[in-house]
C-alpha cells in the first residue's frame, strides 16, 4: 500500500505564481524583535504641592489635594507606594527639590510605578515644552502622568494632545501672572515706593500699611562715608578704616557700591524703568544730590580708592628694583 503522507504544520512552498513574500525582507530586517510598550501597573505614587502660603489655604491646599488624589486611586483601584511634595515649591521650572526626588523614585523603584497622580496638571509642572517633554520620557517608561481634576487618556494622540495643551496654558498663565506683577512692580517704583529690600543703612517698615523706610545707626556712618569722601577726598581704605573704628566693618567692594547707589541721595533707580530713567523716592535721603554727585566725581579719578603715586624718574635701576620685587613676593 502507499503510505499517506503526514500531516505538518509547515507552511507550503510556494510554487509558480504563489510566492513567498517574506523572501522579500531585508536582511537587516529580519530577526528583529519588536519593541513593545512597557506594560504599566497598578501602582502609583502622588504628587502635591503649593507655590505660596495663601495658595495653601484655598481649595488646592496641600490637604485638600492629598485627599483628592488617594480617593483618585481608590476609585481606580491603584496601590500608592509613596506621597511626594506637600511643601511650598514654584513649578516655573523643574529644578524643585521634591519634584526631582519623586521623578528619580519612579524611575528607579523596583514597585513598577505605573502612574503619578496630582491633583491637577499645574501641580506637576508650569514650564509648557519641558512638561511635555518630561511626561513623554516617563511614557516611553510605561509611567503616565493623570490629574484627578483634569481626566484625560495619554494613551491615545488626542489624550497627549490635551495634556499637552494644559501644560502649555500653565505656562501661559504663568507668563500673564508675571506680566501683572511687573506692570504693578512698575507703577510703585514710578511712585516713589521701594520694590525690594532697603540698602545697608535703612529699616524697611510698614505703618498703618504704608511703606517707611528710615534712617537707623548704620545710615549715620554711611553718611559720613559720603562726607569723608567728598569733604576731605580720603580714599576708600581710609574711609574703611575710620568706619571700622566706629563699629562697622565694611569691604572696599562694598563702600564703592554705597557710593554708587542714588538711593542714599533720595533718588530711586531700578531695571524695570526706562535706561537712565530716575525717580524721586519718598524715603529720606541720608546725603544731598550735590555730595553724592561730588563723591562720584571723585569714584570715577580713582575707581579702587587707592592712591596713586608718581615714579621718580631720577631714581636709578627703578623698573630692575621693580620687577625684582615682584618676582619675589
Same mark, same amino acid.
Given at each position: 500500500?502507499?503510505?499517506?503522507?503526514?500531516?505538518?504544520?509547515?507552511?507550503?512552498?510556494?510554487?509558480?505564481?504563489?510566492?513567498?513574500?517574506?523572501?522579500?525582507?531585508?536582511?537587516?530586517?529580519?530577526?528583529?524583535?519588536?519593541?513593545?510598550?512597557?506594560?504599566?501597573?497598578?501602582?502609583a505614587?502622588?504628587?502635591?504641592?503649593?507655590?505660596?502660603?495663601?495658595?495653601?489655604?484655598?481649595n488646592?491646599?496641600?490637604?485638600?489635594?492629598?485627599?483628592?488624589?488617594?480617593?483618585?486611586?481608590? %476609585?481606580? !483601584? #491603584?496601590? @500608592?507606594?509613596?506621597?511626594?511634595? &506637600?511643601?511650598?515649591?514654584?513649578?516655573? =521650572?523643574? $529644578?524643585?527639590?521634591?519634584?526631582?526626588?519623586?521623578?528619580?523614585?519612579?524611575?528607579?523603584?523596583?514597585?513598577?510605578?505605573?502612574?503619578?497622580?496630582?491633583?491637577?496638571?499645574?501641580?506637576?509642572?508650569?514650564s509648557?515644552?519641558?512638561?511635555?517633554?518630561?511626561?513623554?520620557?516617563?511614557?516611553?517608561?510605561?509611567?503616565?502622568?493623570v490629574?484627578?481634576?483634569?481626566?484625560?487618556?495619554?494613551?491615545?494622540?488626542?489624550?497627549?494632545?490635551?495634556?499637552?495643551?494644559?501644560?502649555?496654558?500653565?505656562?501661559?498663565?504663568?507668563?500673564?501672572?508675571?506680566?501683572?506683577?511687573?506692570?504693578?512692580?512698575?507703577?510703585?517704583? %514710578?511712585? !516713589? #515706593?521701594? @520694590?525690594?529690600?532697603?540698602?545697608? &543703612?535703612?529699616?524697611?517698615?510698614?505703618? =498703618?500699611? $504704608?511703606?517707611?523706610?528710615?534712617?537707623?545707626?548704620?545710615?549715620?556712618?554711611?553718611?559720613?562715608?559720603?562726607?569723608?569722601?567728598?569733604?576731605?577726598?580720603?580714599?576708600?581704605?581710609?574711609?574703611?578704616?575710620?568706619?571700622?573704628?566706629?563699629?562697622?566693618?565694611l569691604?572696599?567692594?562694598?563702600?564703592?557700591?554705597?557710593?554708587?547707589?542714588?538711593?542714599?541721595?533720595?533718588?530711586?533707580?531700578?531695571?524695570?524703568?526706562?535706561?537712565?530713567?530716575?525717580?524721586?523716592?519718598?524715603h529720606?535721603?541720608?546725603?544731598?544730590?550735590?555730595?553724592?554727585?561730588?563723591?562720584?566725581?571723585?569714584?570715577?579719578?580713582?575707581?579702587?580708592g587707592?592712591?596713586?603715586?608718581?615714579?621718580?624718574?631720577?631714581?636709578?635701576?627703578?623698573?630692575?628694583?621693580?620687577?625684582?620685587?615682584?618676582?619675589?613676593r
Amino acid at each position: 500500500m502507499r503510505k499517506q503522507p503526514k500531516a505538518t504544520d509547515a507552511k507550503p512552498k510556494a510554487t509558480n505564481g504563489d510566492t513567498d513574500l517574506s523572501l522579500f525582507a531585508l536582511p537587516q530586517q529580519i530577526g528583529r524583535k519588536k519593541v513593545k510598550a512597557v506594560a504599566r501597573g497598578k501602582v502609583a505614587v502622588i504628587y502635591t504641592r503649593v507655590s505660596t502660603k495663601e495658595q495653601a489655604e484655598t481649595n488646592q491646599s496641600l490637604e485638600t489635594q492629598l485627599e483628592r488624589c488617594r480617593l483618585y486611586a481608590d %476609585r481606580h !483601584g #491603584y496601590e @500608592v507606594v509613596e506621597t511626594f511634595g &506637600g511643601t511650598y515649591e514654584s513649578a516655573k =521650572n523643574d $529644578e524643585r527639590k521634591e519634584f526631582q526626588k519623586m521623578l528619580d523614585f519612579v524611575r528607579k523603584s523596583r514597585h513598577k510605578i505605573g502612574y503619578i497622580i496630582v491633583y491637577s496638571h499645574d501641580r506637576f509642572s508650569r514650564s509648557g515644552s519641558n512638561a511635555i517633554h518630561i511626561t513623554d520620557q516617563l511614557s516611553q517608561l510605561g509611567i503616565a502622568v493623570v490629574a484627578v481634576t483634569q481626566p484625560v487618556d495619554t494613551m491615545t494622540a488626542s489624550g497627549k494632545l490635551q495634556q499637552g495643551i494644559q501644560f502649555l496654558f500653565s505656562q501661559f498663565d504663568n507668563d500673564q501672572r508675571r506680566e501683572k506683577c511687573m506692570t504693578g512692580m512698575e507703577a510703585k517704583i %514710578r511712585k !516713589g #515706593y521701594l @520694590v525690594g529690600k532697603a540698602p545697608m &543703612g535703612y529699616d524697611q517698615l510698614k505703618v =498703618n500699611g $504704608e511703606q517707611v523706610i528710615k534712617p537707623n545707626r548704620t545710615g549715620k556712618l554711611i553718611c559720613l562715608a559720603f562726607q569723608l569722601k567728598a569733604e576731605q577726598g580720603l580714599s576708600n581704605t581710609d574711609i574703611i578704616q575710620r568706619l571700622r573704628a566706629q563699629g562697622l566693618t565694611l569691604y572696599n567692594q562694598t563702600l564703592t557700591k554705597i557710593f554708587r547707589n542714588p538711593f542714599y541721595c533720595g533718588l530711586i533707580t531700578h531695571g524695570l524703568l526706562e535706561e537712565g530713567e530716575v525717580i524721586v523716592g519718598r524715603h529720606e535721603p541720608l546725603i544731598s544730590r550735590d555730595t553724592f554727585l561730588r563723591v562720584n566725581g571723585l569714584q570715577a579719578q580713582n575707581v579702587h580708592g587707592y592712591t596713586q603715586v608718581k615714579e621718580d624718574e631720577a631714581l636709578p635701576l627703578r623698573h630692575h628694583i621693580s620687577a625684582a620685587c615682584a618676582q619675589s613676593r
